[in-house]
C-alpha cells in the first residue's frame, strides 16, 4: 500500500496517521533515540486519516478520521500494549455528518475541542477521558445553540490561543454584508465574566461602547442583518409503568428549569408557544441590571397530549443563560 501521511504526533511513540491506517514508530530498544537501523513501524488501527490537523490532549491524539465525520481518540492501551482508537462522536454521528474542515482544543476554562464543519456551523465536544460528546452550534434537533446563522455566517477555520486566564478561541467567519462576501477574525469572548450581568458579552459578532452617553452610534455595518438566537431542544424519556415513554402518548404539566448565572429565558413546548421566565422581583430596582440568577425556576407547561413532548428553552436576548438541567412533571399513557 501507499499511503500518504496526514500528520505525525509524538507520544510513548512517534504517532503516524496515514489515509489508510494508523501507526507507531519506536526504536528496537527502551529510550534510545529512532535511527535509520532500529526503527520499529507497526499499525495500531485502520481507519485512516483525513487532512485535518490533529490535536493533542495530553498524552492522546484526537484526530479526524478519512471521510472527515468521525473524531477519534488515538491513546495508549495498557491491557493490549498498543493504541487504540475509540469513537468520540458516536453518540451524536448527525452533528459532524457534514464533515469536518478545521479543529483546535482549548484548555482553560474548560476542556472543550472546537470544530469548523463543511455547512458553515461550528460544534464543540466537551472532552473529560470519563466521557466525551459533541454539541452543536448550529441548528437541527436534539440539544443545539444557534449561535450563527448559515444564510449568513459561515466558520471557516478555528484556531486556540493560550491566554493567561482563558485560551482565546479564535475564527474566520464569512458573512454576507449588503449583498457582498466579507471576511471577519472574530473572538469568543471570555466566559468568566464574574457576577455583574452587565459585564457579560453574549452577542454575535458585536462590538463594546464606552463613554459619554450617545444618541447615534457609527462602525456597525457588519451587524445589519444579523440574527442571534440560542436555542435548545429535548426530545423527552420519563419513562412509564410499561417501560419506555418514546412512540407514547403523553402530556407535560409543569417543568423545573435549574439555571446558573443566567438572566433572560423562555420555555414551552414548541417555538411558537414561548412564554418568558420571570427574574426581575418586585423588589428590584428599576435603574440596574438584574442580578445573575442560580437556583430553579417553574413553569407552568401549558401543552397538549403527543408523542414527543419536546421542551425548548430559548434565550432571545443578548445576556447569558447556562442550564444545568431540565425536570418535567410528564403523564405518560401505556
Known sequence: E?????YLSSSRSLLVGT???????????????????NAQIKQQSAHGSSEVEPVK???TVLFVQRAGRKVRELTYNFNSDTYIAPDMSILAEDITETGI????YQQEPDSVVWAALNDGSMACMTYQRAGAGFLSITSSDEVRLAVTSQSHALVESVVSIPSSSEDEVYMIVQRTINGATKRYVEYLKNFDFGTDVSDAFFTDCGLSYTGTAATTLSGLTH?????????????????????TAQGKIKRIDE???RFFRTVNAQVGGNTA??????????ADAMDVAIPLFDGDKEIEFPSGFDQDSFVVVRQDLPLPMTIIAVFARVQTFD
Do not use: W
Request: net charge negative; aromatic share 4%.
Open 57 to 59: 490532549v495530553g498524552h
Open 2 to 6: 501507499i499511503n500518504v501521511i496526514r
Open 223 to 243: 451587524l445589519e442583518g444579523e440574527p442571534v438566537v440560542i436555542l435548545a431542544t429535548m426530545r423527552l424519556e420519563a419513562g412509564s409503568t410499561d417501560g
Open 255 to 257: 417543568v423545573t428549569a
Open 19 to 37: 489515509q489508510q491506517s494508523e501507526f507507531a514508530v519506536r526504536a528496537s530498544g527502551t529510550d534510545e533515540p529512532i535511527t535509520p537501523t
Open 101 to 104: 474542515v478545521d479543529m483546535t
Open 273 to 282: 408557544t414561548l412564554d418568558r421566565i420571570p427574574f426581575r422581583s418586585g
